[in-house]
C-alpha cells in the first residue's frame, strides 16, 4: 500500500498493526515509522485524501483493495465505505440504450462520452463515476503495474514523476511503436529499470491488440479487461477523533486534530501550533481551543449545509444564521421555499411563502428541519438522521446522510421513512445501521411522547430533541 494525505500517519499505523505492507513512504512517514515501512518499492493500491479531505479514496487491485476497506470496515465503524460499481480503466463491451447511456454486462447502466447508435455493441472503458454511476469513454484499455495504455489517447506521465526521469519516460513511450495507443506512466514507473518498462509495455501491446480483437466478434456485453476498484470513504467525525488516538501512538497530536487538518490550512497550522506545546496543556483545554475556533466558523449570518450522500452526491442547502445558544452552539438556519413539487417524505406541496427552520447543532447526528406556510402555521416536521455534524469552513456544516428519517405532518401524523434503504445498505457497517435505526426510533420516540405540542411548540422541541439524541447516541441512553 501507498499512504498519502493529512491521514496519513494514523492510516499507516492502522495498517501496520495489521499486517499490511506500507511502501513508497514520504520522508515523514519514515522518519515516524522506521523500518516499519519503507520508502521504496510499487504499491499495489494507494490511499489518498478526497479533494475536500473530508475522508480517503481507495484505488487497486481488488484483492488489496478488499482487504483495506476490511480493515476499514472494523476499525472505523461509522463511516461508509462506497465501492464504485465496475472498475477503473476496464474495458467492457456495452450495448447502446439510449443517447449516451449503455448496458454493462451485469445490467447496470453506464455513461457514455461521446455518441453511438442505439442497440450498437461498443468496446468501452470505465474513466470516472458521477453518482455513483460509472462514465465510459469509447476504446480499449488496459492496465499494468507501471503504465496504462488506452486506445486514441496522448503519452503522458504520473505528476509524481518529474525532472530528467519524465522525460526518458515519454522518450521511451514514443519509441516504442505504440501507434494508436497512449500510454500513461504511473507513478511506480520511478522505481523500475528501462528494461522492465519496455517489457510492460510489450505484454500491455498484446493484451491490447488481444481485447480489441475480442471486442470485434463479441455479441453481447462483456468485462474483456481487467481495471481497479475505487473505494470513496467519507470519515465521519466520531472516526476522525478515533484516528487521533492512533495517531496519537506514534506522535503528540490533539484532540479534532483530523477534523481541523480537513477544514483547511489556516486550521491545520493551528493545531500544528498547538502540538508544539500540547505537553502544557490537557487535552480538554486543547479540545476546547480547537472546537472554539472551529465554531466561529458558523456563527455568520449566513449558512451553507452540504447534505451528502453515501453514494456521492452532494446536496447544497443555504439560508440566514441566527445563533439561539453558546453553550452547546445551536444555529437556527432560515430559508424561503421556492419551486414547485412536494417536500421530500412528507408528500405535501410547497406553496408560495413557504419557509424552512432548519436546527444546526455540531456533532448532532441529527438535522431537524420544520416547514411553514406562509401565515406561520407549521405544515411538516422532517428530521435527518446523519453521521455527526462538522465545521466545513468557510461558513458551513458538513455530514453524510444515513439514509432513514422521521416525518410529521397533519394528515399523515409521524413515521420513520426509509428504513429498508438504510437495512439495505451496503455502505454501512452492520454496527453502525444499528446505530442509525436506534437513533431514528429514539427520535420516534420523543416526538410521540411530545406530540400534543408538536404544531404550538416546534423549535423549542426540536432543539430540546437535538440535545437529548446527541445524550443518547454517546451512550447514556434515553431519557425524558
Given at each position: 500500500?501507498?499512504?498519502?494525505?493529512?491521514?496519513?500517519?494514523?492510516?499507516?499505523?492502522?495498517?501496520?498493526?495489521?499486517?499490511?505492507?506500507?511502501?513508497?513512504?514520504?520522508?515523514?512517514?519514515?522518519?515516524?515509522?522506521?523500518?516499519?515501512?519503507?520508502?521504496?518499492?510499487?504499491?499495489?493500491?494507494?490511499?489518498?485524501?478526497?479533494?475536500?479531505?473530508?475522508?480517503?479514496?481507495?484505488?487497486?487491485?481488488?484483492?488489496?483493495?478488499?482487504?483495506?476497506?476490511?480493515?476499514?470496515?472494523?476499525?472505523?465503524?461509522?463511516?461508509?465505505?462506497?465501492?464504485?460499481?465496475?472498475?477503473?480503466?476496464?474495458?467492457?463491451?456495452?450495448?447502446?440504450?439510449?443517447?449516451?447511456?449503455?448496458?454493462?454486462?451485469?445490467?447496470?447502466?453506464?455513461?457514455?462520452?461521446?455518441?453511438?447508435?442505439?442497440?450498437?455493441?461498443?468496446?468501452?472503458?470505465?474513466?470516472?463515476?458521477?453518482?455513483?454511476?460509472?462514465?465510459?469513454?469509447?476504446?480499449?484499455?488496459?492496465?499494468?503495474?507501471?503504465?496504462?495504455?488506452?486506445?486514441?489517447?496522448?503519452?503522458?506521465?504520473?505528476?509524481?514523476?518529474?525532472?530528467?526521469?519524465?522525460?526518458?519516460?515519454?522518450?521511451?513511450?514514443?519509441?516504442?511503436?505504440?501507434?494508436?495507443?497512449?500510454?500513461?506512466?504511473?507513478?511506480?514507473?520511478?522505481?523500475?529499470?528501462?528494461?522492465?518498462?519496455?517489457?510492460?509495455?510489450?505484454?500491455?501491446?498484446?493484451?491490447?491488440?488481444?481485447?480489441?480483437?475480442?471486442?470485434?466478434?463479441?455479441?453481447?456485453?462483456?468485462?474483456?479487461?481487467?481495471?481497479?476498484?475505487?473505494?470513496?470513504?467519507?470519515f465521519a467525525l466520531d472516526?476522525?477523533?478515533?484516528?487521533?488516538?492512533?495517531?496519537?501512538?506514534?506522535?503528540?497530536?490533539?484532540?479534532?486534530?483530523?477534523?481541523?487538518?480537513?477544514?483547511?490550512?489556516?486550521?491545520?497550522?493551528?493545531?500544528?501550533?498547538?502540538?508544539?506545546?500540547?505537553?502544557?496543556?490537557?487535552?480538554?483545554?486543547?479540545?476546547?481551543?480547537?472546537?472554539?475556533?472551529?465554531?466561529?466558523?458558523?456563527?455568520?449570518?449566513?449558512?451553507?449545509?452540504?447534505?451528502?450522500?453515501?453514494?456521492?452526491?452532494?446536496?447544497?442547502i443555504e439560508g440566514a444564521?441566527?445563533?439561539?445558544?453558546?453553550?452547546?452552539?445551536?444555529?437556527?438556519?432560515?430559508?424561503?421555499?421556492?419551486?414547485?413539487?412536494?417536500?421530500?417524505?412528507?408528500?405535501?406541496?410547497?406553496?408560495?411563502?413557504?419557509?424552512?427552520?432548519?436546527?444546526?447543532?455540531?456533532?448532532?447526528?441529527?438535522?431537524?428541519?420544520?416547514?411553514?406556510?406562509?401565515?406561520?402555521?407549521?405544515?411538516?416536521?422532517?428530521?435527518?438522521?446523519?453521521?455527526?455534524?462538522?465545521?466545513?469552513?468557510?461558513?458551513?456544516?458538513?455530514?453524510?446522510?444515513?439514509?432513514?428519517?422521521?416525518?410529521?405532518?397533519?394528515?399523515?401524523?409521524?413515521?420513520?421513512?426509509?428504513?429498508?434503504?438504510?437495512?439495505?445498505?451496503?455502505?454501512?457497517?452492520?454496527?453502525?445501521?444499528?446505530?442509525?435505526?436506534?437513533?431514528?426510533?429514539?427520535?420516534?420516540?420523543?416526538?410521540?411522547?411530545?406530540?400534543?405540542?408538536?404544531?404550538?411548540?416546534?423549535?423549542?422541541?426540536?432543539?430540546?430533541?437535538?440535545?437529548?439524541?446527541?445524550?443518547?447516541?454517546?451512550g447514556g441512553g434515553a431519557?425524558?
Open positions: 500500500m501507498r499512504v498519502k494525505g493529512i491521514y496519513s500517519t494514523a492510516l499507516t499505523e492502522l495498517l501496520v498493526e495489521n499486517g499490511v505492507t506500507v511502501v513508497d513512504a514520504s520522508p515523514q512517514l519514515k522518519a515516524r515509522f522506521g523500518d516499519s515501512v519503507s520508502s521504496r518499492g510499487v504499491a499495489l493500491a494507494t490511499i489518498k485524501d478526497r479533494e475536500d479531505r473530508r475522508g480517503v479514496v481507495i484505488l487497486g487491485r481488488k484483492d488489496v483493495v478488499e482487504r483495506i476497506t476490511t480493515i476499514f470496515r472494523n476499525a472505523l465503524q461509522l463511516s461508509p465505505i462506497a465501492v464504485m460499481p465496475g472498475e477503473l480503466y476496464a474495458t467492457y463491451v456495452c450495448r447502446v440504450v439510449g443517447e449516451r447511456t449503455v448496458e454493462l454486462p451485469d445490467g447496470s447502466i453506464g455513461l457514455l462520452e461521446g455518441e453511438a447508435r442505439v442497440g450498437e455493441l461498443v468496446p468501452a472503458h470505465i474513466v470516472s463515476f458521477r453518482e455513483g454511476r460509472p462514465v465510459l469513454k469509447k476504446g480499449v484499455a488496459v492496465v499494468g503495474t507501471y503504465a496504462r495504455l488506452v486506445e486514441g489517447q496522448l503519452h503522458g506521465v504520473s505528476e509524481h514523476i518529474r525532472g530528467p526521469q519524465r522525460t526518458t519516460l515519454l522518450s521511451l513511450a514514443e519509441k516504442t511503436g505504440l501507434e494508436g495507443w497512449g500510454v500513461r506512466w504511473r507513478s511506480s514507473a520511478r522505481w523500475a529499470k528501462l528494461s522492465e518498462l519496455n517489457a510492460e509495455l510489450q505484454k500491455l501491446k498484446g493484451l491490447a491488440e488481444k481485447a480489441r480483437e475480442a471486442a470485434r466478434t463479441l455479441d453481447h456485453p462483456a468485462k474483456i479487461t481487467d481495471g481497479e476498484i475505487l473505494v470513496f470513504v467519507p472516526d476522525k477523533r478515533l484516528l487521533d488516538h492512533v495517531r496519537a501512538r506514534r506522535m503528540a497530536t490533539v484532540p479534532y486534530h483530523h477534523l481541523a487538518k480537513a477544514c483547511g490550512e489556516r486550521f491545520s497550522a493551528l493545531v500544528d501550533a498547538l502540538e508544539g506545546f500540547s505537553e502544557r496543556r490537557t487535552d480538554e483545554q486543547l479540545s476546547n481551543r480547537v472546537l472554539e475556533i472551529l465554531e466561529s466558523e458558523v456563527k455568520g449570518e449566513r449558512l451553507r449545509i452540504f447534505h451528502e450522500t453515501p453514494g456521492g452526491k452532494v446536496v447544497e444564521a441566527e445563533v439561539a445558544s453558546g453553550k452547546p452552539l445551536i444555529v437556527k438556519l432560515q430559508r424561503k421555499i421556492s419551486g414547485k413539487g412536494v417536500y421530500d417524505g412528507l408528500a405535501l406541496e410547497k406553496e408560495e411563502g413557504d419557509t424552512a427552520i432548519s436546527v444546526i447543532v455540531l456533532g448532532s447526528y441529527v438535522l431537524p428541519h420544520a416547514y411553514f406556510s406562509a401565515a406561520g402555521e407549521l405544515k411538516g416536521l422532517y428530521v435527518n438522521v446523519n453521521t455527526p455534524i462538522e465545521p466545513r469552513p468557510p461558513s458551513a456544516v458538513w455530514y453524510v446522510d444515513a439514509y432513514v428519517d422521521v416525518v410529521w405532518s397533519r394528515e399523515q401524523g409521524l413515521r420513520i421513512v426509509d428504513l429498508e434503504e438504510l437495512r439495505d445498505s451496503r455502505v454501512f457497517s452492520n454496527s453502525a445501521i444499528s446505530k442509525f435505526e436506534a437513533i431514528a426510533q429514539e427520535v420516534f420516540r420523543i416526538l410521540k411522547d411530545n406530540e400534543r405540542i408538536l404544531a404550538t411548540e416546534p423549535l423549542a422541541l426540536l432543539t430540546d430533541l437535538t440535545i437529548k439524541i446527541n445524550f443518547f447516541a454517546s431519557r425524558g
